[in-house]
C-alpha cells in the first residue's frame, strides 16, 4: 500500500508522519507532501531534533502535492481536515483516497463527509452555472454580492456539516518550542500505530 503524508509546508508534521511510519513498516511506501510546500526544502530543526531523540533517521526534501503523487498514492492521508477540504476542491477526481490521518484511523463520521462532498460539488455547479448566466451582464462588484445571496443557503450547508465534523486536526508546531514539537510527534505517533495496526491486518 501506497501512502502519501500531506501537511501545509512538508517540513514538520508530514514528515514526521513518514518517518514514524517507515520506522515501524520498514517495508511500507511512504512520500509526504505539502499544499504550499516549496521544493527540496530539509525539515525544520526542531523536527529532525525531535525524532533524533526517539533515534529515527529522516532524510527529508520537501515537495508540492501534485497530480503525479495522487496518482503514485492508494492512500492520501492529511494532517488536518482543511488540507483534505483543499485537495478535495482542487483535485475532485481523487477525493476517494482522500481522508486525515485521524478520521482514517478511527473510521470517523463518513456519511457527513458524503454529504460535504455532495455540498462542495453542488456549490461549485450552481456558482458556474451563475458567473456564465450573469458573468458578462453585471459589474464585479454586483456579480460578488448577487453570488453570494445566490449561494447562501449551499454556504450555510457547508458550515453547518463542517460544524458537526468531530476535530480530526492535528496542530501545526511550526514556530514553536522544541516541547511544542514533541507534543505533536507523540500525538502522530499515537495514531502511526493505529495506521500501522490497520495496514498490517488488511
Known amino acids: 500500500m501506497k501512502i502519501l503524508f500531506v501537511c501545509t509546508g512538508n517540513t514538520c ?5 513518514e518517518a ?10 511512504v512520500q509526504s507532501a505539502g499544499i504550499f510546500a516549496g521544493k527540496g526544502q530539509r525539515a525544520s530543526k ?17 515537495q508540492p502535492v501534485t497530480v503525479q503523487l ?15 477540504q ?15 490521518l485521524k478520521e ?27 458567473l456564465n448566466e450573469n458573468g458578462k451582464k453585471l459589474s464585479p462588484h454586483t456579480l ?25 486536526d492535528i496542530s501545526d508546531p511550526f514556530g514553536g518550542s522544541v516541547n511544542t514539537y514533541q507534543e505533536t510527534l507523540d500525538e502522530i505517533e499515537k495514531y502511526i ?3 500501522a495496526k490497520k495496514i498490517d491486518n488488511r
Open 70 to 84: 495522487l496518482n503514485w498514492a492508494d492512500l492520501v492521508l492529511t494532517m488536518t481536515s482543511q488540507h483534505k
Open 46 to 62: 526542531n523536527t529532525l531534533d525531535v525524532l533524533g531523540m526517539k533515534q529515527i533517521p529522516l532524510d527529508h526534501q520537501s
Open 193 to 195: 500505530e493505529l495506521l
Open 104 to 130: 482514517y484511523v478511527l473510521q470517523g463520521d463518513k456519511d457527513t463527509w458524503e454529504q460535504l462532498k455532495k455540498a462542495y460539488a453542488d456549490l461549485e455547479e450552481k456558482r458556474a452555472r451563475f
Open 144 to 168: 460578488d454580492d448577487k453570488l453570494h445571496q445566490h449561494l447562501q443557503e449551499e454556504i450555510n450547508t457547508i458550515h453547518k456539516l463542517e460544524a458537526s465534523l468531530p476535530n480530526y
Open 13 to 17: 508534521r508530514s514528515p514526521m508522519a
Open 86 to 100: 483543499s485537495l478535495a476542491m482542487q483535485y475532485p477526481a481523487y477525493h476517494e483516497k482522500l481522508y486525515t
Open 20 to 29: 514514524l511510519l517507515k520506522n515501524k513498516l520498514p517495508g511500507a511506501e
